[in-house]
């Protein structure tokens, strides 16, 4: 059996970030980075924008150097997956029979895609998105291809319909709400997104289902259904149609889980075993700006979880309390969202989508929840970001942020 300080399972972003976070407190104890992929840790977001479209290279999506592990003392065990963890006896024990002691633990296990059951949904040309892998076989098959549908209308397919439309695929979306981005975007931003793929020659179909996938071995029709059932030919098919949680491990440990799924951490991300930690997908923790536990599923949860989790496994403690934040790009938009878009009602509009600087604020049950905002000033970044800290409520703060001659500042209490 070999000993480590600290061990750490999940080799996305929350794992790596874990690893420097116990470095920039403890530069000596033994590190062991465990991860399933047979790839040192690596990030995900370009794997779906330049990595996809073949304008950036795995430079741009692995974390670190090569030699950034040895050089900082982390053995990195890729390739291999923890089966078991025991929170009484402090052992993971790995597929490679190996069994690994700890005094400290994160997981960080994240999640994998998840693929629609329907028929035909393992046809040589279906594809998900999550690894390295997944975006070269899109990429490569997307080489011989004319015809794509994507399933999902969120991120993902937002972001992987815009990437094959840019390599030249004709796109289709089949998705069954009623619009882009439902949950998060008001009815006109969906307006403008669909607007804005039409123009970029993706055709949508909203309200629509994939029902059945079909071809010899490889896909070549699906049939969709709607009101307007039928049949479309294609070359590929991606579903981005949500992930699961990897969570079988803190089950199996007996591990608190929270309501929805994730594992239940505390301010300082620790679970309900007092070394073991979690962080990134399936942290759910208790939010200090909305008084709730909250579980996010984006790369900068992730990157400042794993540093936070990290620094307090190294004898820090101290809470995690970072705005929850996003981003995404669509063809040549980009946006960036600040708080938690879960549940709104209400919004307040800052700017104007024409002239591609605007700001959403978000609202529920008249407090503030949240900002999406693209193209803004930069002077108005962090004052956004302290006006959804403080969450002021709508009738104080409606009127006046239209007013572009009300500076955000003067809105902060
Ligand atoms: C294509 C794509 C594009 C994205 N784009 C954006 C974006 O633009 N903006 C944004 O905010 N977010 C984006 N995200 C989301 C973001 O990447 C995730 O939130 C982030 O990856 C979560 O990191 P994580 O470390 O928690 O988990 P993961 O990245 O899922 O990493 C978990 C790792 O743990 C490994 N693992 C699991 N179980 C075990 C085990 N038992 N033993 C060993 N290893 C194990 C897994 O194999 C995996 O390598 C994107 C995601 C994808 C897939």
Known sequence: METYKYVIIGGGLAGQRGADGIRKVDSEGSIALVTAEPHAPYQRP???KGYLRGEEGLDKVYLKEEAYYAQNGIELVSGVRANEVDPAARRVTL????????????????????RLPIAGNNLLGVFTLRTIEDANAIRETAQGSKRALVVGGSFIGCEVASSLAQLGLGVTMVFPESRLLEPIAPPELSAWLHAMYEGNEVHILSGHTPEHLGGHRKVDHVTIRGDDSHLLEVDLVVMGVGIRLNTELARSAGLEMAEGGGVAVDATLRTSAPNIYAAGDIAAWPDPTFGKRLRVEHWDVARQQGLRAGQNMAGEGKPYTALPYFFSDLFDFSFEVWGNLASWDRVALRGSLESGSFAYYYFDEGKLMGVLAS??????RKPMQALVRERPVYEDVATKLPDESVELNALIE
């Open 46 to 48: 370009p794997l779906s």
């Open 95 to 114: 597929d490679d029979k190996r069994t690994l002691r700890y005094e400290k633990l994160l997981l960080a296990t994240g999640g994998h895609a998840w």
């Open 375 to 380: 193209g803004r000033p930069d002077e108005e």
